[in-house]
């Protein structure tokens, strides 16, 4: 799965707290910890064959969702780089069948250092991949894939060429992405789009 990833995360960051912490600096991405569940998904796939359209015509699929953010561990490369992270785990689930048909696992990883974000996950397709981006300004984030892992039937019949998301914490707590994914399957290419908005539960 070969990704451009942009995403961007709006929330509120406390400056002086940000100011100085030399080995374990503060979480920017702690507002995201939490359960967060929304019901208002889109997803516009490629029809599979079984689904009776034609192999890759567009689909349409409202769904639900989960996705559970914790607070991730610190780690610290090649002496230099000290990172802090959460850890997210995605799970999405169509409406019209209730059976789930997507599963993330991930982490956002903050480096304060080189102001980037990096985002490293899995879905079990065979894929995973890691991307980051710089900080453009506070509390937005740009993300570019840097390389995706890829077992050989994806890469041969699912390849994915291109991925952007926006993600933003709203100001009335909700939190809203857009995302789109460009796949060449079934022979032809195919732009894949989700978008949902989720509430932090209590």
Request: glycine letters at 6%; proline letters at 7%; charged letters at 20%.
């Amino acid at each position: 799965m070969r990704m451009i990833l942009t995403m961007a995360l709006l929330f509120t960051v406390s400056t002086p707290a940000l100011a100085e912490e030399a080995s374990a600096p503060p979480n920017p991405l702690s507002p995201l910890i939490g359960v967060w569940e929304g019901d208002a998904g889109i997803d516009v796939a490629p029809a599979q064959k079984k689904t009776g359209l034609p192999p890759g015509s567009a689909a349409t699929s409202p769904y639900f969702e989960r996705i559970t953010i914790t607070d991730g561990p610190s780690a610290t490369n090649a002496s230099e780089q000290d990172l802090v992270s959460v850890a997210y785990h995605q799970q999405v689930f169509r409406k019209s069948d209730q059976k789930q048909f997507h599963d993330q696992i991930g982490y956002w990883i903050w480096d304060k250092k080189n102001q980037k974000l990096i985002d490293s996950f899995c879905i079990p397709r065979g894929v995973c991949i890691t991307a980051e981006g710089p900080l453009k300004h506070p509390g937005e984030f740009a993300v570019n894939m840097l390389r995706a892992a890829e077992a050989s039937f994806a890469a041969k019949n699912a390849q994915t060429r291109a991925f952007e998301i926006s993600m933003k914490l709203n100001g009335d707590g909700s939190l809203s992405y857009t995302q789109k994914t460009d796949l060449f399957i079934y022979g032809r290419p195919f732009t894949h789009i989700d978008a949902s908005t989720l509430k932090k539960k209590g």
